[in-house]
């Protein structure tokens, strides 16, 4: 006799996982809402997506442990999430899979997610760099409608301030099939419309005010 209880500890093991951070993460695809907060003496805001339930096995593991727990990619991004003690290791280890692999773009979007991580967590913006680097070699790799590597091109793009950019590429996401993930790309694309339509707002009649003196000067650059 089929028993259907017997299958539902494999299947909630199956399942994917809640989100960890912003990125879009394999095994973590389940949304829920994050807030940035800004960390006193800190340049790079931290993203609190809320409560994360650790498992207990991940619970006490050491910085020299961590390796061991990281044989699959799958492995390396739960301890990625999980223990925030191996997020050196595992971008590290996420990078070497990636260059056996350079065309995979499952793998690096999720080592552009991985950058953006320890980005927040060792407050080193420079691999918000790394980051899009990453993402945007996973969105050439990647089928048209898969959207984890657009989702973490643009929330990149955003973090380095590239704003016309991550405009466009929070616009493909928002346009895909609606789901909580894409409503949060209408979020972001929806405020740095509104930020770079404020920007023009206060930077043109500082322009007015400029423009004489460089048409007298024949600055014809600045005029342009």
Same mark, same amino acid.
């Given at each position: 006799? =089929? ?22 993460? !394999? &095994? =973590? ?15 790079? *805001?931290? /993203? *609190?997506?809320? $409560? ?8 006490? +593991?050491?910085? &020299?442990?961590?390796?061991? =727990?990281?044989? /699959?990619?799958? %492995? ?13 290791? #595992?971008? !590290?280890?996420?990078?070497? =899979? ?5 065309? %995979?773009? !499952? @793998? @690096?979007? %999720? ?7 320890? #980005?927040?967590?060792? *407050? ?13 070699? #996973? ?25 016309? *950019?991550? +405009?466009?590429?929070? %616009? ?22 509104? $930020? ?11 322009? !007015? ?16």
């Amino acid at each position: 006799m =089929f028993c259907l209880a017997a299958l539902l500890p494999s299947l909630a093991l199956a399942a994917p996982a809640r989100r960890v951070g912003e990125p879009w993460l !394999q &095994g =973590f695809s389940t949304w829920r809402p994050c807030h940035a907060m800004h960390v006193a003496k800190h340049v790079v *805001d931290q /993203t *609190d997506c809320g $409560k994360v339930t650790v498992p207990p096995e991940v619970v006490s +593991i050491t910085v &020299g442990e961590c390796d061991r =727990f990281m044989r /699959t990619e799958a %492995d390396t991004v739960r301890m990625l999430a999980y223990a925030p003690q191996c997020t050196n290791v #595992a971008v !590290q280890r996420l990078a070497t =899979f990636a260059s056996r692999r350079p065309s %995979d773009a !499952q @793998l @690096l979007s %999720d080592l552009a997610g991985a950058y953006y991580i320890r #980005a927040e967590r060792n *407050d080193a913006p420079s691999d918000f760099v790394r980051s899009l680097d990453a993402a945007e070699r #996973a969105v050439a790799s990647a089928l048209p409608a898969a959207l984890p590597p657009r989702f973490n091109r643009a929330l990149a793009g955003e973090a380095l301030g590239l704003t016309p *950019d991550a +405009i466009q590429w929070w %616009d493909e996401v928002r346009r895909a099939a609606p789901n909580a993930w894409t409503a949060e790309a209408e979020v972001h694309y929806t405020a740095l419309t509104r $930020k770079r339509t404020r920007s023009a707002a206060v930077q043109w009649p500082l322009n !007015q005010r400029r423009l004489p003196d460089a048409a007298r000067r024949g600055d014809t650059r600045a005029v342009r």
